[in-house]
Structures are given as structure tokens and as C-alpha cells.
């Protein structure tokens, strides 16, 4: 609804107060975006000249400067109708990028098919979205951690897993850390109420803790 029923107009639609949260984050992500989704040119009878990613130019409007052109095309025009009988209907080219743009022209071959979409990441192309690839692709690549291998581990439960790794990191709630927040809460352990509450005490020297770690050792005869 918001876009109208064509893609192309992704590209223009503005983030607007009558739109939901998650439609207007989706709107301010379209720099982002745009160099993923690739138009494949057919019949070129959808493709918006300007706005849609169908050369290797990006937006045509950025490239052109489309706000000060001269061209005297239309801002919702088709590549389509550029086109009449197999013919560029293009003005004679008056900088160095419409020189590029019409050289580009002369190597597109149009079909009967219709104009689609593709995802295009880092140069491989897909009809199919994979939200780990985005992912991988959005993300800075990061070396692997010391502890990467006993947090993910393949038949852990997803939440216990989480859990540990923030463990690891020192970031779960505990009472020296929401003192750091701001909030007027005591610093004592809650358990054993003989030492202030940190991450190290409650998993290495917190006295409660240690007599349940015994009571599972029991139970379960473990020994390491």
C-alpha cells in the first residue's frame, strides 16, 4: 500500500508520520539497500529511468545530477519510454557521465521477458532473499574468539548459550552493574550477603553458589 505496488517506488517514498515504526526504519534504510537490489533489464517496460538500479551507474538521478539536468526526462519515466523501435530517444550528451550513460545503452539487449528484481551480493545474484546473507553482508567481519567454541555449541539451547556469551563478556545484570546504571539498589550479593555482587564472585567464590554446584556434582557424579 505504502509503495503502491511497484518496488520503483521505494526509491522516492519519504518516512512519514502516518507510516508504522518498522515501514519508516525500512524507508531510511534504502542507501543501504539500493546497491542489493539490482533491476535485470527485459523489456523495460517497468524499470523507472532515474531511480531504479539497472546500470552500473547506481541511481541514474545521483549520477546525472537529475535535480539540475537538462535532459528533459520526466522523474517517473520508464526506460521504455525512452525507447521506440530499438532507438535511444535521448538528447545529444553534454557531460562526460551521459557520455558514459549512452555508451552503456549500446550494449543493452532487450527481450520479450519481463523486468525483474535480483539481490546482488558482493557480485553473486539471487531472485531468492536470505536474511543470513544480508546479515553477513551488513555486518563488519570480526576475528573469532578465544571462547567462540563453548558458547555456540551445536546442541546448546539457544537461550543457555546467549546467557553464557554474556557471562563471558561481563555484561549480565548484576548489582555492581546496575549501580553503574544509575540505579540505588545494594551492592551485596543476594545470595550470600558477604561480598559485593560481580560476575566473578557470583560464579567463582559466592558461598551459596558453590553449595549448589556441590549438590549438582552429587547428583549428576561429576567429577572433572
Known amino acids: 500500500m505504502i ?28 542507501e543501504t539497500v539500493f546497491p542489493l537490489i539490482k533491476l535485470q533489464l527485459q523489456n523495460d517496460h517497468s524499470a ?6 539497472w546500470t552500473p551507474f547506481g541511481s541514474l538521478y545521483s549520477f546525472l545530477n537529475g535535480s539540475t539536468s537538462c535532459l528533459g526526462i520526466p522523474l517517473k519515466a520508464t526506460v521504455g ?10 538528447p545529444p550528451a553534454r557531460s562526460d557521465e551521459q557520455l558514459q550513460l549512452q555508451t552503456f545503452l549500446t550494449t543493452v539487449q532487450l527481450t520479450e521477458g519481463e523486468d525483474h528484481y535480483d539481490w546482488e551480493i558482493n557480485g553473486t545474484k539471487s531472485s531468492r532473499f536470505q536474511t543470513w546473507k544480508i546479515y553477513t553482508y551488513l555486518r563488519p ?4 574468539v578465544r571462547w567462540e567454541g563453548v558458547v555456540w555449541t551445536k546442541r546448546g539451547i539457544t537461550r543457555h548459550n546467549f546467557h553464557i556469551r554474556l557471562v563471558v563478556q561481563d555484561r549480565i545484570p548484576t548489582r555492581d552493574r546496575l549501580i553503574r546504571w544509575g540505579l540505588q539498589v545494594s551492592s551485596v550479593c543476594l545470595l550470600c550477603n558477604a561480598a559485593d555482587e560481580l560476575r566473578d564472585h557470583l560464579f567463582q567464590e559466592c558461598s551459596f553458589i558453590f553449595d549448589v554446584w556441590a549438590l549438582l556434582q552429587d547428583d549428576s557424579d561429576y567429577n572433572h
Open 141 to 144: 567481519e570480526l576475528a573469532k
Open 81 to 90: 519510454s525512452l525507447v521506440t523501435n530499438s532507438i535511444w530517444s535521448l
Open 48 to 53: 523507472c529511468f532515474w531511480f531504479d538500479n
Open 3 to 30: 509503495l503502491k505496488g511497484s518496488l520503483a517506488n521505494y526509491w522516492t517514498t519519504k518516512p512519514s508520520s502516518s507510516f508504522s515504526w518498522l515501514a519508516n526504519k525500512l524507508l531510511k534504510l534504502k
